[in-house]
């Protein structure tokens, strides 16, 4: 990312809380830069999604927080590049884990356990700044954004990134959730995004209109390449639905086609037969 080094603290401009992006040490191609971690406020602290295990980037948090206290650790989601380093800092610092406990999965870090049970609306007051979880299930159903209130800001950890678009991974992942959590933001006063991967977004609900614009734009693609096929499997429907994506990316638009597809037979618009799915 372009004027980021990882573990280095770089405030985010343009609000009164002092709000830090710290960059992972983890890019790749389905993390794009790195994780994103977000500390927040002056001396009563919130970190937002420590990332993976990484010692360096341990060392990079705890320099970060200097002596001040950090309360609490946020976790928008449990998937393995956001949750799991809360465990290390949690015991250095004893900070209260927030956030949802992990669904099945393979791919859900079981080793985040929150303090309490959490559930949308409930604000964390640290005095000199508010927190609000906002629940917004469709990445995966445990995922949260987190409301910086009076500020505008929003942290969407995978819900809204930057330049790219969310994978919906079922069956834990739903596509009707994930637009339904998407038009929720919409009532939000917005001023900023800060997403999990990549740059803060200074035009919020253009950039959530168009994730749903998008979303329905390749439902329609794949309505229009089933009746194009007819009865087809979801390996020939992705080289129609997805065929502007690069092929090393076909296993994971497969993934996103089937939340679309879930999506269609729920909604009666295509029904799953023995060769795959049609119209219905």
Not at 161 to 182: F, R
Request: charged letters at 25%.
């Amino acid at each position: 990312m372009q004027g980021f080094e990882p573990g280095v603290p770089t405030p985010i401009e343009g609000i009164s809380v002092r709000v830090q992006r710290i960059l992972g040490r983890n890019p790749g191609p389905m993390t794009g830069p790195g994780t994103n971690s977000y500390l927040i406020g002056d001396n009563r602290l919130c970190l937002l999604d420590p990332g993976p295990i990484n010692p360096d980037q341990f060392d990079s948090f705890m320099a970060a927080i200097g002596d001040h206290k950090l309360e609490y650790i946020l976790a928008t989601h449990t998937h393995g590049d956001h949750s799991p380093g809360a465990a290390r800092i949690r015991e250095e610092t004893g900070a209260e884990l927030v956030g949802l406990p992990a669904p099945e999965g393979i791919a859900q870090d079981k080793s985040f356990q929150p303090d309490r049970s959490w559930v949308d609306g409930d604000e964390i007051d640290c005095g000199e700044y508010t927190v609000r979880l906002v629940h917004t299930p469709g990445h995966v159903s445990n995922h949260l954004c987190y409301y910086l209130v009076g500020e505008g800001l929003l942290f969407t950890g995978d819900h809204v990134l930057q330049g790219t678009t969310s994978v919906i991974l079922p069956p834990d992942g739903d596509m009707g959730s994930y637009l339904d959590s998407l038009k929720r933001l919409l009532d939000l006063e917005l001023r900023y995004l800060a997403p999990g991967h990549g740059g803060v977004m200074d035009k919020p609900y253009d950039e959530i209109e168009y994730l749903i614009a998008h979303r329905l734009k390749r439902e329609a693609k794949v309505l229009a390449g089933l009746e194009k096929l007819g009865e087809c499997s979801i390996d020939e429907l992705v080289l129609t639905v997805y065929d502007d994506v690069a092929e090393h990316l076909i296993p994971w638009a497969k993934k996103t086609l089937l939340a679309h597809l879930i999506k269609l037979e729920r909604d009666n618009r295509i029904v799953s037969t023995a060769l795959g799915y049609k119209i219905a």
